[in-house]
């Protein structure tokens, strides 16, 4: 793997819209090149006998038909409610 240089470290700050400075370059570069290594690493793993998977784990959202069913009446909800102000339940700002 070739190692990564301040070149190609300023390129992607450019594209990034990112300002380093050279302590900075240097850092990325050494921070960057490390986690590079390690990606290697991972590309020898021999995976050739392995299947792919699409979730790792058998557990599966289940869909349901899209069904009315009971509800609370509006006026349980309004009784029910701290403060109300006809049919609309009033509730602090949450914006200021």
């Keep these: 793997m070739s190692k990564i240089n301040n070149k190609t ?3 992607i700050a450019q594209l990034s819209y990112l300002h380093l400075n050279d302590k ?3 850092l ?3 921070s960057l090149g490390s986690i590079l290594e390690k ?3 991972l590309s020898e793993i021999d995976t050739n006998n392995i299947l792919p998977t699409g979730h790792p784990s058998d557990i599966f959202s289940s869909m349901r038909d ?3 069913s009971d509800h609370l009446e509006k006026k349980d ?3 029910n409610a701290p403060s109300s102000d006809g049919t609309f339940i009033v509730v602090k700002p949450v914006l200021d």
Excluded: A, G, N, Y
């Design 9 to 11: 470290i300023k390129h």
């Design 28 to 30: 990325m570069r050494d």
């Design 39 to 41: 990606f290697q690493k």
């Design 77 to 79: 909800v309004l009784k």
């Design 66 to 68: 899209d069904t009315e």
């Design 24 to 26: 900075e370059i240097e």
